[in-house]
């Protein structure tokens, strides 16, 4: 049976910043949620234990493949630096417009 000093270490336990589930719960409100919502959650899970059986809803969930705009980004650029040759200047990291502009006027005055 789940005891309190138990739950309390799980619950120091839970990580920030984490998407709700479809309950909607973040794991802030749990941490902050104060004694009267600590007290309520303990009871659910000994009445859970007791019955051995959890709730309908519990059984469902939904999971979203969230890829960070940074990695899109660059999987972005190493592709197109493959397919670009080298005469492609300007809107890449390493090889600016200006540079050519210069080289060309270099070889003009000379």
Do not use: C
């Not at 802030?28 to 659910?44: F, H, P, R, S, V």
């Amino acid at each position: 049976m789940p005891m309190e000093d138990e739950f309390n270490k799980i619950g120091s336990r839970l990580k920030r910043n984490k998407a709700a589930g479809l309950d909607t719960i973040v794991n802030e409100m749990i941490e902050y949620g104060g004694d009267a919502l600590k007290q309520t959650l303990l009871e659910l899970m000994v009445q859970i234990w007791e019955n051995e059986r959890m709730p309908a809803e519990w059984e469902s969930g939904t999971i979203i493949l969230i890829l960070q705009i940074k990695e899109l980004i660059q999987k972005k650029i190493q592709y197109v630096e493959e397919k670009i040759g080298d005469y492609q200047n300007g809107f890449r990291p390493s090889i600016l417009t200006a540079d050519s502009i210069y080289t060309i006027n270099q070889y003009h005055r000379s």
